[in-house]
């Protein structure tokens, strides 16, 4: 496989699992969320965008095998939606 074609492939992939996320993160909210929160939001996308992926992936190629790629990337998702949150520590106000 040719190294352009990787990069091509990685790079769809971050832009169907990610994008929607940072642009709802950073151009809708425009601040962190708090972790359950963006623990439902990075579950429910990730179901959808598997959901998307695995249908493209079927149409075009007939393999179906996006559930990796969904994990990992769920976890990209959450921690981009958390980053920045403080929670509020009753202990730590003195």
Known sequence: MDFGIILINLLTTALIYTLPILIYRYAIIKKPLPKRKAKWIAIGYGILSWIF????LISTTGNRNASNAAVIWGFVNYSILKSGYVENNLSDNR
């Open 53 to 56: 992926v695995s249908v493209l």
